[in-house]
């Protein structure tokens, strides 16, 4: 079993004063991305997304958006680890929604070979909206929702 690091972003600061407020009662991560994978030894990472509406992807969970690095740095940076699996959820509802999910999952799985992807669903209702290749290979990994 491998470690995983649930809504592994949240550590991130949550845009505006509303989603602060809703954000101080959940329970977040301290350590950052680098942290996790090299003092943790986090191997499984769980980034929920959506998008703008104009395609801009951007981190969210449990209605809690999150002012965000560029998720290609992010994921730049996990390429270049060993043994990471990365499960991308959607966040939110709506057929452009749907539509930048699918073509976001495309992209990624095309330009970043070292990592294993899975998961491509909707968080609201698990439809699978993205097949990854590696969805077969889904690890067991034992999810943490916090670390220091």
Not at 29 to 46: E, P
Not at 62 to 89: T, W
């Amino acid at each position: 079993m491998i470690k995983g690091s649930l809504n592994t972003m949240n550590y991130l600061e949550p845009n505006g004063m509303f989603n602060r407020f809703k954000a101080f009662f959940k329970r977040r991560h301290t350590a950052d991305i680098y942290t996790q994978y090299g003092i943790y030894n986090v191997r499984a990472f769980d980034l929920h997304i959506t998008f703008t509406r104009s395609g801009r992807a951007y981190f969210k969970y449990d209605n809690v958006s999150y002012d965000s690095p560029a998720i290609f740095k992010i994921l730049n940076f996990l390429e270049k680890s060993d043994g990471v699996y990365v499960r991308i959820v959607l966040e939110g509802d709506g057929v452009k929604n749907e539509e930048y999910f699918y073509n976001y999952c495309s992209v990624i799985e095309h330009i970043y070979n070292n990592i294993h992807f899975f998961g491509g669903y909707r968080e609201r209702d698990a439809k699978i909206l993205y097949m990854f290749k590696h969805s077969g290979i889904t690890p067991k990994v034992y999810w943490h929702d916090k670390l220091y």
